[in-house]
């Protein structure tokens, strides 16, 4: 296992259309999150899990969002109904579980630049 | 809510000159305190961590020192090399991870 991958690396839509992400985390993290990163600023957390449990959401994250992480392996990031404002890297990052409320270190992928049109 | 905030760059220095990036928070909680680090090309790693107060996380050289009374966590190196050049990301966990808007770091020979 070499790290966290993503896939895909790059995705050109046009405004309206929907978009699905993966993401394939380190095998023995049960820990998975997604963050959105824009140029000049730093990843701005969007969800996590932990297994197939999704554990917290950003309020910032519109309806138009959904993650999954059905079998607690692999997860899937959607955007419905694209829009520009939307295009930024989108960035996944797996972990071991927290202990004691101490967090962990995260390993993240090199994340799927999204352009929206 | 909580939140990072930290030196804007960039900063430029010349090689074996002292290096400080200033990270500062605002958290409810106790939250564990991380420096990340971005080289050119490639992705987000780990630089140090510190889950508590007076913890000191060290890594490369640097070093950083969780301080509550001021609620900082300040990046430094002795001596930065060309090879430090990246952008560097002060961030937050406390049940979700907040990153600051990151400095880019160039040293020159």
């Known amino acids: 296992d070499t790290g966290v991958s993503q896939d895909p690396r790059h995705k050109i839509t046009k405004r309206g259309q929907n978009v699905t992400f993966r993401c394939d985390p380190i095998?023995?993290?049960?820990?998975l999150y997604w963050y959105r990163q824009t140029l000049g600023q730093g990843p701005e957390f969007l969800t996590y899990?932990?297994?197939?449990?999704?554990?917290?959401k950003s309020r910032l994250l519109s309806d138009r969002f959904s993650a999954e992480r059905p079998k607690g392996s692999f997860s899937t990031l959607e955007i419905q109904r694209t829009e520009q404002g939307d295009s930024a890297m989108y960035l996944c990052?797996?972990?071991?579980?927290?202990?004691?409320?101490?967090?962990?270190?995260?390993?993240f992928g090199p994340g799927t630049r999204l352009t929206v049109l | 809510g909580n939140s990072v905030t930290q030196m804007e760059g960039p900063v430029t220095l010349s090689e074996e000159a002292f290096l400080t990036i200033n990270c500062t928070y605002t958290?409810?909680?106790?939250?564990?305190l991380f420096w990340y680090v971005q080289y050119p090309g490639e992705g987000l790693q780990l630089l140090l961590k510190?889950?508590?107060?007076?913890d000191k996380g060290s890594n490369k050289g640097f070093e950083a020192t969780y301080r509550k009374e001021t609620t900082s966590f300040h990046l430094e190196k002795g001596s930065v090399q060309v090879s430090d050049s990246a952008v560097y990301f002060c961030?937050?966990?406390?049940?979700?991870?907040?990153f600051g808007a990151g400095t880019r770091l160039t040293v020159k020979p």
């Open positions: 990052a797996s972990s071991l579980p927290e202990l004691a409320g101490v967090g962990n270190e995260q390993f």
């Open positions: 095998s023995e993290h049960n820990r």
């Open positions: 899990f932990q297994n197939e449990a999704q554990l917290e």
């Open positions: 958290a409810t909680g106790y939250p564990s």
């Open positions: 510190a889950t508590k107060a007076d």
């Open positions: 961030a937050l966990w406390d049940n979700d991870m907040r």
